[in-house]
């Protein structure tokens, strides 16, 4: 049996949680420290796996389902997402509309879980998380549709296959505006800085971290996990966009490989040197976001 | 080509960035970019039949819009006493995707008009139309009369930007009577706001319109 088409998804479950690593040692850099090990996010996982979980009684079987849910529909994701010359695991016309449905039942189940706790906090979490995304969905659907238009195809494998190279030469503007774009997107449905703070506890700032706060043991491994694969998938659409392709197959997947870990780089860089924008504030970031892949949509039509 | 899609993509991303901002300054110094990116236009545009005309008009262009109206808007706002926050009658998330959609718009009715073949690139008559949109929307959309000029330069733009890439053999004189008739706008609305300011302790147009005789 060949076992190609199961390599973009081995090396999306076994390499995402590298990435909070990545970016942690590069915060760590900027501020002169020296920073967690770069496998620190295994061990978590690990320690976290070994132990029980505590449940509220206030909680039915909904707070239970919503991590296993979330991580099955982040998994579902991971193997639609093509890397370097390696198609999918699955591809068909129109995949990168479910890509775009599968991170929303992921983030409904979280938000689902977060709210049958019936703590306010969680509430207000949950608000906020479902108020931030209703407004980086579109941006995310707009981005994509735009990229099928300049690839003249529907599905992600051949989409991210094709683009670049020729099309940077005749319309690289658009695929600028739709990088920025997409990295905006990234930053917000990662909660990472500018639009979320993963590192603060305080409930002024919380979006995401709030949601999972209930959450312990096994169940939050899964989340963590599902956070890991969420990332990889954002980072390799966008370095699928970005990275010429030599045509060889082994450099291609390595540059992919460390094209991703370059979007982690540049996400702690990021964080690093910018402050969390006020809650105000990111929506109009979100919806500049949804302007710029409108307009890398309609410059690509014309 | 490439270069001039790149100037039109800029013009594109200042208009967003004017409809979405909320700082006076921040505005002023973005139409001063705006305005400095469209004087490289006729010279990039044309770049095949390059005379003296074009040059002129691109130093021209650049000096008034890049230099001369923002010292003036900086200067009026500093003698009118504004403060740095634009107070919008719609909202700065709304406007960008009123932007958003009025780029659509714009495309659209580019598929619709007769536009020459040798122009310089496809995106230009939209993106005129566009600016031209967004010029309007800044003045009916914001309370303040400096806003208001921004919009107007804005719109202004637009014009120029069709003008310069359709119109290649467009005679010197008008172009340099257009960009005198904005200077001398631009000039007598710098005035205007010193003076409403100095009548009314404030140049919020919204209050303006109550008066009555």
């Known amino acids: 049996m060949n076992a190609t088409p199961f390599i973009p998804l081995l090396l999306a479950l076994g390499l995402s949680p590298l990435l909070f690593g990545v970016i942690n040692r590069t915060k760590a850099f900027f501020a002169g420290r020296r920073g967690p090990p770069l496998l620190q996010t295994y061990f978590d996982l690990w320690k976290l796996l070994q132990k029980g979980a505590v449940y509220s009684r206030t909680t039915t079987w909904l707070f239970r389902a919503g991590p296993i849910l979330g991580l099955a529909a982040a998994l579902t994701a991971a193997m639609l997402m093509p890397l370097g010359h390696f198609p999918a695991l699955i591809a068909f016309p129109g995949d990168f509309l479910l890509l775009a449905g599968l991170l929303g039942v992921m983030r409904f189940f979280t938000v689902v879980a977060a709210l049958d706790t019936g703590s306010s906090f969680e509430g207000m979490g949950a608000s906020r998380e479902v108020f931030f995304s209703a407004l980086a969905e579109p941006a995310l659907l707009v981005a994509l549709v735009a990229l099928a238009r300049q690839a003249d195809n529907l599905s992600l494998s051949t989409m991210l296959g094709v683009v670049s190279g020729a099309h940077w030469q005749h319309s690289g503007p658009v695929l600028v505006l739709l990088v920025i774009a997409l990295m905006i997107v990234l930053l917000a449905e990662n909660a990472r800085i500018p639009v979320d703070d993963p590192n603060t506890h305080l409930e002024l700032t919380m979006i995401h971290e709030v949601m999972v706060l209930d959450h312990g043991g096994p169940d939050l491994a899964f989340i963590l996990y599902g956070a890991g694969l969420k990332l990889w998938l954002f980072a390799a659409l966008i370095v699928g966009m970005v990275l010429p392709k030599t045509g060889n197959v082994w450099p291609d997947l390595g540059l992919a490989l460390g094209g991703i870990l370059v979007v982690a780089v540049m996400v702690g860089v990021i964080e690093s040197i910018m402050a969390r924008l006020r809650l105000v504030i990111v929506p109009q970031l979100l919806v500049g976001a949804g302007a710029l892949a409108a307009v890398a949509f309609l410059l690509g039509l014309a | ?213």
């Open chain 2, 1 to 213: 080509m490439l270069t001039t899609n790149l100037i039109l993509v800029l013009v594109l991303l200042t208009n967003l960035k004017l409809l979405g901002s909320s700082r006076l300054g921040a505005s002023i110094r973005v139409v001063a970019a705006q305005g400095m990116v469209l004087g490289l236009l006729p010279i990039l545009a044309h770049w095949h039949e390059l005379s003296l005309h074009f040059a002129l008009l691109a130093v021209g262009t650049i000096a008034i819009k890049g230099v001369v109206f923002p010292w003036f808007l900086f200067r009026a706002i500093r003698e009118a006493d504004i403060g740095r926050e634009i107070e919008p009658y719609v909202g700065y998330a709304a406007s960008l995707a009123t932007g958003a959609v009025a780029l659509g718009v714009s495309f659209w009715v580019c598929t619709k008009l007769p536009i020459p073949e040798n122009i310089a690139s496809p995106w230009l008559a939209p993106v005129s139309f566009f600016s031209i949109f967004a010029g309007l929307f800044l003045i009916v959309s914001r309370k303040r009369a400096v806003n208001q000029v921004l919009g107007f330069l804005v719109l202004e733009n637009g014009i120029y930007t069709f003008g310069v890439g359709v119109a290649a053999r467009t005679p010197f004189l008008v172009e340099v009577g257009v960009l005198l008739d904005v200077f001398v706008a631009v000039f007598v609305m710098g005035i205007t706001i010193f003076h409403i300011n100095r009548e009314f302790d404030h140049i919020n147009t919204a209050r303006l319109s109550v008066l009555k005789d």
